[in-house]
């Protein structure tokens, strides 16, 4: 009985060593776990982004049609909104006082004219005597004055039925071309004054869109008219105020010769067919324009967080060890940055979890494919600046 007892009590001390050697093992072999956190890789792609300026659109040509004498409005004979051709007839200003006015200024000329020929034919005589010394040299010379004088006076009359009959014509108002009449203020009977605006034309078939740049971005638009050497990043494209697109593409023309100096912007010009008279004077819009970036390097923006005005990302090295890095942002398009420096192509960064980083933490690398994400976004590219 007591061997028996002896030998229970000796096997297990020989289970709890073994036991206790095994746990022991065991704590020897554990492996220490660091958090699957998603990363992705810095990429670079030509990337097709576009930006939108708020415009204001002209028409390419308006015209105010303003009374040039002084008269009763007698006829209208457009109404507001009316296409008009050039040389239209718009408004009549009673002509019976330049009528008569023009009357007697050519019955003054005939009267001038007259006396001139009476002067003419006296110089005549009056020279024939003094060949043959039957007069002085005096009176001829006196003759002559007088034909010179009568000269003047007709002279005098002929522009006085010029003016007489221009002002005739200001009476008849005509279109200076093709286009839209306005705003009709004044009524038939209206006592006009010189100078009184009756309308204005417009014409629409073509329009001008004026839109304003940063240095910074127009600086980059002569870079890559360079570059291109074509008419290509001239390109423009029309949003109207309803977010519709006008059907027909634009050109930019032309700009300002100088900075605004208080904003530091440079007004832009772009010109967009408009054959169907859609677009009117005084509307908004906003000018789209397309840029192709060579190679852009783009980061995710829910990768990035912010510090004191500045962007940052934290960066996975060879050792899953995660270092927080300073980035410039240059665009901003989708859910993306297209990056001007601090990150290259091949870099991984952290897209998930920034909030729970610290700088030197171990992470394990879950690995997340920008490609399918960009093509996604690309879809809809609208950048705006930084």
Known sequence: ??????????????????VASCTGD????????????????VV??????????VSDINAYRKTEIRGRIQGYLEQIYVDEGQEVKEGQLLFRINSDEFNAQLREEKAMLASAEAEARTAQLQLEQVKLLAEKNVISKTELEVARANRAAYSAKVEEAQSRVASASLKLQYTSIRAPFDGTIDR???KVGSLIDEGSLLTTVSDTRYVYAYYTVSEAEYLSYMHRKVQQKSSDSDAATLILADGSVHPQKGKIETMDGEFESTTGTIAFRALFPNP???LKHGASGKVRLETTLKDAVIVPQK????????????????????????????????????????????????????????????????????????????????????
């Open 184 to 186: 009709i203020p004044f």
């Open 26 to 41: 065991a704590k020897d072999h554990v492996v220490e776990q660091h958090p699957f956190i998603p990363v992705t890789q």
């Open 303 to 386: 990768a990035t967080f912010e510090i004191q005005d500045k962007t940052y990302v934290y960066v996975v090295d060879q050792n899953n060890e995660v270092k927080m890095q300073s980035i410039t942002p240059k665009l901003r398009f989708s859910h993306f940055y297209i990056v001007e420096e601090g990150v290259a192509p091949g870099d991984k960064v952290v897209y998930e979890g920034i909030q729970d980083m610290k700088d030197g933490m171990k992470i394990s690398p879950t690995a997340v494919a920008l490609d399918s994400l960009i093509l996604f976004a690309q879809q809809d590219v609208l950048a705006s600046d930084i």
């Open 276 to 278: 169907e008279k859609i």
């Open 1 to 18: 009985m007591g061997n028996l007892f002896s030998k229970s009590f000796l096997l297990l001390i020989i289970v709890a060593v073994a």
């Open 44 to 53: 670079t792609r030509d990337t097709v982004v576009d930006r939108e300026y």
